[in-house]
């Protein structure tokens, strides 16, 4: 075991990226920094067996990626039967185009002297530029079908099971009508002169891709209400061959952002930010998109767009139009078992349906950023007070008390509605707990989205920006008073079946 250990290395301190860029006596590394994962590559428990003192060099081009990888150690040990050190060549070429693994002095030469180099422009179309503290960057958007878009893509793939946990390289050897659905987005920072007579302006700073998810329309959409459309489809006639070329980016289709990575050396600069929105930008203005959802979020990439989301329908006047009615019937909150007060009491169900169709929003995202502005709408002290002050429920002569008590009440039909396969497998009294418990969850969370918000708009930074000021995701419990009308009465709305009480964004969120 001794052994076993004397030879093992861990696979994320072994491992070095660097970008690099031409410089005035040789090439220079603009940035070093670890991969966050290795256990794709080198497996779960992320060791390298058979090195002491191992130093893995992996080398990237700052313009356009060209990649090197050098191994160096000082003892590799000596096969005895089956046991052998890890072919880390062999492994990485696995991962890595075959120009990975030529000789270091080739990859300098070229880097140092390739006339080229000052030629190069990010493959795609520009579609956005931006400075941040005194430096220029850019977004460029490709179509994967592209072979330039293609060959960066190769080159950086492997940053994705580095830092994306449960990431998955694209397969670029797939059909040119798959490989149609992709976009991929690329930030750059842009020099204002090169670093040498032949160097290149760009070096990266990160990217995204976005799968177009073709999707059935009917000719009649939703009229404004939060459940499924009655309508009959209308039926249409195509005339066979199509007089003109079906494209996917012809069809309609939600645009599901698959991939999002800003690199270590640039994260925390508010890029981020800026390539979302760019991304936003993009799929409002294209007609064939539908709704803008997410592949499997973590909370860092929530976070980050609950804040652009939340700045970009505040700016665009959206949130405005959006009300919480508290001026029901005081016999609607009645304690009597059968008593409803339906979500189109306390909403306009048209407007919001209009509006989240305007901003092409997922409605479970739709119906967070809803709740979340209502919250900021309520008094502080009234929130903070939690349901102390709620045992009037809408009959509280305290407007902000009678909004607070309505509002939770909104979050815990979203919470039973989607939940409602898993609840009613519950015992009543668990039933109650579990939805209380979730709310004040939620309710939690909201606070420190607003918190952020807040911070952000005092630092002068208008446009949702969450780097640098978010704070941990704590979500804290609340002292409730359990009020179990409240949550039978959720019980005879129409479900739309999802399971889980805990928050999660799933793939259509």
């Not at 704070?471 to 179990?484: L, T």
């Amino acid at each position: 075991m001794a052994d076993q250990e004397e030879w093992s290395t861990n696979a994320n301190e072994a491992l070095h990226l660097s970008l690099v860029q031409p410089g005035q006596d040789g090439p220079k590394a603009l940035s070093t920094f670890r991969p966050q994962f290795t256990y794709p590559i080198f497996g779960e428990e992320e060791r390298i067996f058979g090195y002491q003192d191992l130093r893995i060099s992996l080398r990237f081009a700052a313009h356009d990626l060209y990649p090197n990888v050098q191994v160096g150690y000082d003892k590799k040990f000596k096969a005895v039967g089956d046991t052998e050190p890890a072919d880390i060549l062999g492994i990485l070429r696995q991962w890595m185009p075959s120009s990975a693994f030529g000789k270091l002095a080739r990859f300098q030469d070229r880097l140092q002297n390739s006339s080229s180099s000052k030629d190069f422009k990010p493959p795609g179309q520009l579609i956005q530029s931006y400075t941040s503290k005194d430096r220029h960057f850019e977004t460029w958007c490709g179509e994967l079908t592209d072979p330039a878009v293609q060959e960066l893509i190769d080159r950086m793939q492997i940053f994705i099971s580095f830092f994306i946990e449960g990431g998955t390289p694209l397969d670029l050897d797939d059909q040119d009508w798959s490989l149609a659905r992709w976009r991929v987005f690329f930030v750059y920072e842009k020099l204002s002169a090169p670093p040498t007579p032949t160097g290149s302006v760009y070096s990266v700073v990160g990217y995204s891709t976005s799968y177009r998810f073709l999707t059935y329309q009917t000719k009649n959409p939703d009229s404004g209400t939060a459940f499924k459309s009655k309508t009959k489809p209308t039926v249409q006639t195509f005339n066979f061959p199509y007089p003109s070329p079906i494209t996917p980016s012809s069809l309609p289709s939600r645009a599901r952002i698959s991939q999002f990575l800003i690199l270590p050396p640039h994260q925390s600069h508010s890029h981020g930010t800026h390539l979302y929105n760019a991304m936003t930008s993009v799929f409002l203005s294209d007609p064939a998109c539908t709704e803008i959802t997410v592949e499997d979020p973590n909370e860092a990439f929530d976070d980050l767009r609950d804040y652009c989301d939340y700045a970009r329908l505040r700016r665009n006047g959206s949130l405005a139009q959006i009300k919480l009615n508290t001026d029901l019937d005081p016999k609607a909150t009645s304690r009597r078992i059968g008593v409803r007060v339906p979500t189109s009491k306390l909403l306009n169900l048209p407007v919001l349906q209009q509006l989240r169709q305007k901003n092409k929003l997922a409605q479970r995202q739709f119906d967070r950023l809803v709740e979340l502005y209502l919250l900021s709408q309520i008094p502080p002290h009234n929130r903070q007070s939690g349901t102390s002050r709620l045992t009037q429920r809408g009959k509280a002569s305290d407007e902000g008390d009678r909004a607070y008590y309505y509002w939770r009440l909104l979050v815990k039909q979203r919470v039973y509605k989607k939940n409602k396969d898993v609840l009613i497998q519950l015992e009543r009294s668990e039933r109650v707990d579990k939805v209380e418990e979730t709310v004040g969850e939620v309710s939690g969370d909201y606070e420190r989205l607003l918190r952020g918000l807040e911070g952000s708009e005092k630092h002068g930074n208008g446009n949702g920006d969450a780097s640098g000021s978010v704070e941990r995701r704590e979500r804290a419990k609340r002292k409730v008073i359990v009020d179990e009308e409240d949550v039978e009465d959720n019980e005879s709305e129409e479900q739309r079946g999802q399971k889980g009480v805990k928050r999660r964004k799933d793939a259509d969120g």
